[in-house]
């Protein structure tokens, strides 16, 4: 199963997508990862344009042919996007399940945005200003809806899981 997360950054995404993975035992492809290392590696000059997802959509095709749990943690803001993933789970015979991770209290969003610290190197991520401003096109079908000004992340993975079926991992110690 892929379990494909979409949101505004700064919604919360990957402390979800992160514990859920955890819980499970998923692998995690997050975008901002990958787009990264594309960035350090100095291929990329300009614009990395898809790259970012396009070598995310492979290593979770990989994954899911290998029977795992993959966790896809990214942005998703347009329809070809979040269909891309879809087309990667069928290729792979596996099911998906798409997540909207929103911030429903728009102060809350605001301050997360505005105070947190990245941990990835070299990562600039958006300002307020650059998220209102962003492409985030709406859904056009039906999808899980989680909300992080509601529910805490522990929360939200226990509806995901509920919703995938998943079966949380015991704690190794």
């Not at 290593?59 to 899911?64: G, T």
Request: charged share 30%; with cysteine.
């Amino acid at each position: 199963m892929v379990i494909v997360f979409s949101g505004l950054p700064g919604t919360g995404k990957t402390a979800i997508a992160r514990e859920l993975a955890r819980k499970v035992g998923a692998v995690h492809v997050r975008i901002d990862s990958i787009e990264q290392a594309i960035r350090d590696s100095g291929v990329a000059r300009a614009s990395i344009d898809d790259a970012g997802y396009r070598a995310a959509y492979a290593v979770a095709e990989d994954n899911l042919r290998l029977g795992r749990v993959v966790v896809a943690d990214a942005v998703n803001p347009w329809p070809i996007t979040r269909d891309a993933w879809l087309n990667v789970a069928k290729r792979a015979g596996a099911e998906a399940l798409e997540v909207e991770v929103i911030c429903s209290d728009v102060q809350a969003h605001r301050r997360r945005v505005e105070t947190r610290t990245p941990d990835i190197a070299g990562l600039k991520p958006p300002t307020w200003d650059e998220i209102l401003g962003r492409d985030y096109r709406p859904w056009d079908r039906d999808r899980l809806i989680v909300d992080t000004a509601r529910r805490s992340v522990e929360e939200n993975v226990a509806i995901i899981c509920g919703a995938a079926r998943l079966t949380p991992r015991a704690p190794s110690g």
